[in-house]
């Protein structure tokens, strides 16, 4: 009988039960589960190629499905009054594979998701870019879903997004929404964010920062006094910035420098690490724009002295920013982690152990 629409709700059903991020789904295997970091297989049939070629024709249409034969495929799928399915399906070999995340109709929250006011003071700035960067699965689309949401919510402003697929679908509230998905609305992230520019925005969120003429429109909307969101796989600032100015060539990296230096207002790096409950809490490096940052990003002072400018900005109660260290120290004083999860998770251990002494 093949697999059907029904057979795919049933699944997503359990796997919204059971909290799971992701479901993937390969050839000849169990789908599995991704619950709380860990992958659990499900109590299910094997699943052969043509039960997986039933689910892509389900979510994608015969056309996608025609795709995948030369390439992978990203897609989005709605189930009306549940979820939405954020999917890629690739070949391996001679088989087929497909992982889901699963994305909640509910806007994630910011208190919700148990972040402090910095998130909030910086989403209520009016212009300078702001990027959040962290691993797959680090919670990157819920924090600026997040962030967007309380812009909606307290700011009448022009939002568009642009993204691949589009996750969040966001209602205009105080604000006017308009989310655009590349390949639906739009052939590409720099054609529609060239567009952007011309629709009168305040806020722009760039679903990622693919390439150099992507970043480099990026910098002149934020330079031109908007306020723009974008994410990195990157692991910390420094990746980071690293990863921007190595994406252009060597003569230009001194006037990018000074690009970014007046227009990087903040970064958001992530990082997932299990709570006392075995479940999951998100720890942030946060970086602030100030003067001594500045001097760094244009090359007056070493790229690498931007940790101690966090540190001591953390230390003196000041504007948010933080490293990993004195996030995940601030999340073992309040009890959501385990001293163990906190010495794993420190940038080092031996250092972070004498603070904990210190502190003691």
Do not use: W
């Not at 150099?212 to 980071?240: Q, R, Y």
């Not at 999340?331 to 385990?338: E, S």
């Amino acid at each position: 009988m093949g697999f059907s629409e029904k057979n795919l709700k049933s699944l997503v059903k359990v796997s919204i039960e059971n909290g799971a991020s992701d479901i993937h789904i390969r050839t000849d295997e169990t789908p599995a589960l991704r619950i709380r970091g860990e992958l659990v297989p499900v109590q299910s049939k094997t699943l052969d190629k043509s039960d997986i070629k039933d689910i892509l024709k389900i979510v994608s249409g015969q056309e996608s499905y025609e795709t995948l034969k030369r390439r992978e495929v990203d897609g989005s799928y709605d189930i009306d009054g549940v979820c939405r399915l954020r999917y890629n399906a690739f070949l391996y070999g001679k088989n087929i594979g497909i992982v889901f995340r699963v994305i909640l109709l509910d806007i994630p929250n910011i208190d919700d998701l148990g972040f402090d006011s910095t998130l909030k003071k910086i989403a209520l700035k009016h212009r300078g870019l702001v990027l959040v960067t962290g691993a797959t699965g680090s919670g990157k689309s819920s924090t600026i879903a997040a962030m967007i949401d309380y812009i909606n919510r307290k700011r009448p402003a022009h939002i568009i997004t642009i993204e691949d697929p589009i996750e969040y679908i966001h209602k205009s509230n105080l604000a006017r929404i308009t989310q655009r998905e590349v390949g639906v609305d739009t052939e590409n992230f720099s054609t529609a964010l060239k567009s952007a520019l011309r629709q009168d925005p305040d806020v722009i969120l760039i679903g990622e920062m693919r390439d150099p003429e992507t970043i480099a429109i990026a910098l002149k909307a934020a330079e031109t006094g908007h306020l723009v969101f974008s994410t990195m796989h990157t692991t910390d600032v420094l990746s980071t910035l690293g990863r921007i100015i190595g994406m252009f060539p060597a003569e230009e990296q001194g006037e990018l420098r000074v690009r970014l230096s007046k227009s990087l207002y903040a970064t958001i790096g992530q990082r997932m690490l299990r709570n006392k409950n075995n479940g999951l809490v998100v720890a942030q490096e946060i970086m602030i724009s100030t003067p001594g940052i500045r001097e760094c990003l244009e090359g007056k002072e070493d790229l690498a002295n931007i940790y101690g400018i966090i540190e001591r900005a953390f230390d003196k109660a000041g504007n948010g920013s933080r490293t990993f260290d004195q996030s995940i120290m601030k999340l073992y004083k309040r009890g959501k982690i385990t001293k163990e999860t906190a010495l794993e998770s420190a940038t080092s251990s031996s250092d972070f152990m004498q603070k904990l002494i210190f502190d003691d």
